[in-house]
């Protein structure tokens, strides 16, 4: 047993280490709990963002490579793209490291090596408690699922379904001979049943990566990424010089808008909060995490459940409809990427949109209201 807290979170990646840092910025009495034993310790190191730094008091430490140009491939079209806006590939361990330095600890309790299992409800359906695979339980007012795709939480209580079809990605850190800050996205049946991507690093690097939305591909994922870095267009940009593949997998699961189930809130990939156009999960994530925290905040202070509520109903009217369109571009890339010519005319259809739009779709605000 250990000491009664407010909030109890599960799970210490994106979502749990900036929920954490906004709830001991409010000083709430927080228990922070993850099953790795290093915090730092990622299956992948980079990220694409259109992320802006100082919304979320982030410095340009965590930032890897500033990108200015997007550049598109099909088959036989190319649409360059210039961005007007933050577009950034980021050091996710320097990214993590630095939330996790500006943690308020004379409220935030973290534990590492505690796997949860089973979160424990009373009578009334209220939660109680969670439980790690040694049988110890920790105590809480509310309990966060931030265990990303394992969902541990939102899966049993039914927010999400048990099974979710998953996007997996694999990437390689190769030699870059493009423009340090000019990122590409390749897609079409020429990408071999997926969509690739290069983001730049300094010191003539980049990763390439190669994902598929194909549940039936995903074995094959690493043959792909050799076959499309032999690609004549693609050798003219990279050189692979090692083996080690790095990846994982998001969420590909309908539109989803409930978050909360009494006093049980989920955030992140446990509730599928990716931008499904482009798989950015970083910005919808650390937003979520900040209205989450103001709710959960208010209902510390008032015990009314629907002051929690605040959560989701902000959530909705910031994203859902952006949500919504970025799920239709989803599944129309989805159709088009097994071919070449429909997502070439999609390329030279684009050619006719302005590079602000693009940009704007890409990055899942197609210009609905912010708050
Ligand atoms: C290959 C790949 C590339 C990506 N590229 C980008 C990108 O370029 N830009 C971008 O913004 N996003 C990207 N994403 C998406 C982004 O990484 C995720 O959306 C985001 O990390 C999810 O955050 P989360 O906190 O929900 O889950 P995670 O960051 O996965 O954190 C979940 C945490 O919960 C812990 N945990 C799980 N189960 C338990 C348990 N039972 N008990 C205790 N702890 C538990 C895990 O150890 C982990 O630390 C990418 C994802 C993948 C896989």
Redesign the pocket.
């Not at 980079?46 to 963002?49: E, H, M, P, Q, R």
């Not at 505690?114 to 299992?117: C, F, G, H, L, T």
């Not at 482009?278 to 910005?283: D, P, S």
């Given at each position: 047993m250990d000491d009664n807290f407010d909030v109890v979170i599960?799970?210490?990646?994106?979502?749990?280490?900036m929920l954490a840092r906004e709830l001991g910025n409010l000083k709430r009495k927080t228990l922070l709990?993850?099953?790795?034993g290093n915090?730092l310790e990622f299956?992948?190191n980079?990220?694409?963002?259109f992320i802006n730094l100082k919304d979320f008091d982030l410095t340009e430490n965590v930032v890897a490579q500033e990108i200015n140009t997007i550049t598109f491939h099909s088959k036989n079209v190319k649409r360059k793209v210039s961005c007007n806006t933050d577009a950034y590939v980021?050091d996710k361990k320097k990214l993590h490291e630095e939330i996790l330095n500006t943690i308020n600890l004379d409220f935030v309790t973290i534990k590492t090596n505690?796997?949860?299992?089973k979160i424990n409800t009373d009578s009334n359906q209220i939660f109680k408690s969670v439980t790690?695979k040694n049988k110890n339980e920790y105590f809480g007012k509310i309990f966060i699922d931030?265990?990303?795709?394992?969902g541990?939480i939102s899966k049993t209580i039914g927010l999400r379904d048990k099974k979710v079809s998953l996007a997996?990605?694999?990437?390689y850190n190769v030699k870059y001979f493009g423009n340090a800050d000019e990122a590409h996205f390749f897609v079409g049946k020429v990408y071999k049943g997926g969509y690739g991507w290069i983001?730049p690093l300094k010191n003539n690097r980049a990763i390439i990566?190669f994902?598929t939305f194909d549940n039936k591909l995903t074995k094959e994922l690493k043959k792909r990424l050799n076959e499309i870095i032999e690609l004549p267009k693609i050798k003219k940009l990279v050189e692979k010089d090692n083996e080690l593949v790095?990846?994982?997998?998001?969420p590909l699961t309908p539109v989803l808008e409930k978050f909360i189930l009494n006093n049980l809130v989920c955030?992140?990939?446990?509730v599928s909060?990716?931008?499904p156009i482009?798989?950015?999960?970083?910005?919808f994530?650390f937003e979520a995490s900040i209205m989450a925290s103001r709710a959960i905040h208010d209902y510390l202070k008032s015990n009314n459940l629907e002051d929690l509520k605040a959560y989701e109903s902000e959530w909705k009217k910031r994203f859902l409809e952006n949500y919504k369109k970025s799920k239709n571009s989803q599944q129309k890339l989805f159709k088009y990427s097994k071919y070449n010519f429909l997502m070439d005319f999609a390329l030279l259809m684009a050619r006719f949109k302005a590079d602000e739009k693009v940009i704007r779709s890409l990055s899942g605000e197609h210009g609905f209201d912010k708050l």
């Open positions: 599960v799970g210490a990646g994106t979502a749990g280490l709990l993850d099953r790795k915090l299956s992948f980079t990220l694409g963002s980021l505690v796997s949860i299992k790690d931030a265990s990303g795709t394992n541990v997996t990605g694999v990437e983001f990566g994902g790095e990846g994982g997998s998001i955030v992140g990939d446990s909060q990716v931008n482009a798989g950015e999960g970083y910005k994530i």
